[in-house]
């Protein structure tokens, strides 16, 4: 069963800590891809990486960062967390041939900043 | 600038009924559309897609509807059971530049579906 696996369920961080948040898949994708979700927002795109070492801004990168050191590994860091990033964080994968099925989940990060 | 746009944020259908969820979007160059189902506590899951070539695409009670010329489209659930309630999110699909591809997503829509 292929899978993306998202290291923390549940985070509690405190204002101005540096939190990284790990993503894994194990189906050898390319694109790996950091989305948040917020109500009556949706799933906003943060950052995505179509190949190692490589990364692009979504829609709202501000206050965050990537790193993708490996292909089947995309970290998400809040460089310095604020209460506006309090948020459920998935992280997701997808490869070209895919297209019809879209992206692979993690089951989601819910970080409280407090 | 919302480029996929759900206007019903929650819906309610008694168990046996058909589910309608709509979805519209602005950019042309959209190429594939898709609906993700969401539970608490869960990502989203794929449910269904459809080619931006296609105007039907049916998978058992799922069936999505692609309307290009008003760039418009529905899901529709027949018949509505007590476990399709949750999130549903609607998105549209380009090209990256690098291969594969990128979801735009909708704000969602909560269903309910009530014994």
């Known amino acids: 069963d292929v899978k993306v696996t998202q290291s923390s369920r549940y985070l509690v961080k405190r204002t101005g800590e540096k939190v990284f948040l790990e993503c894994v898949q194990d189906m050898d994708h390319e694109n790996m891809f950091w989305y948040r979700q917020d109500p009556g927002l949706g799933l906003r795109l943060i950052y995505f990486?179509?190949?190692?070492?490589?990364?692009e801004k979504g829609d709202i990168p501000e206050g965050y960062s990537v790193s993708r050191e490996k292909k089947e590994r995309f970290s998400l860091i809040l460089e310095s967390a604020s209460t506006n990033q309090t948020s459920m964080y998935l992280c997701a994968s997808s490869t070209q041939g895919q297209l019809h099925y879209g992206y692979t989940f993690g089951s989601g990060t819910r970080l409280t900043v407090v | 600038d919302q480029q996929v746009k759900q206007n019903s944020p929650s819906l309610s259908v008694q168990e046996g009924r058909i589910s309608i969820l709509n979805c519209d979007y602005t950019?042309?160059?959209?190429?594939?559309f898709l609906w993700y189902k969401k539970y608490p506590a869960e990502g989203p899951t794929f449910l269904i897609s459809?080619?931006?070539?296609?105007d039907k695409n049916e998978d058992g009670r799922f069936t999505v509807f692609l309307n290009k010329s008003a760039k418009h489209l529905s899901l529709h659930i027949v018949p509505s059971q007590p476990g399709d309630s949750a999130v549903y999110f609607c998105?549209?699909?380009?090209?990256?530049?690098?291969?594969?591809?990128?979801?735009?997503f909708g704000t969602g829509t909560q269903l309910k579906v009530e014994l």
């Open positions: 459809i080619s931006s070539i296609k």
């Open positions: 990486s179509y190949d190692v070492k490589m990364k």
């Open positions: 998105a549209a699909s380009a090209a990256l530049t690098g291969g594969g591809n990128k979801l735009t």
């Open positions: 950019n042309s160059m959209f190429d594939y």
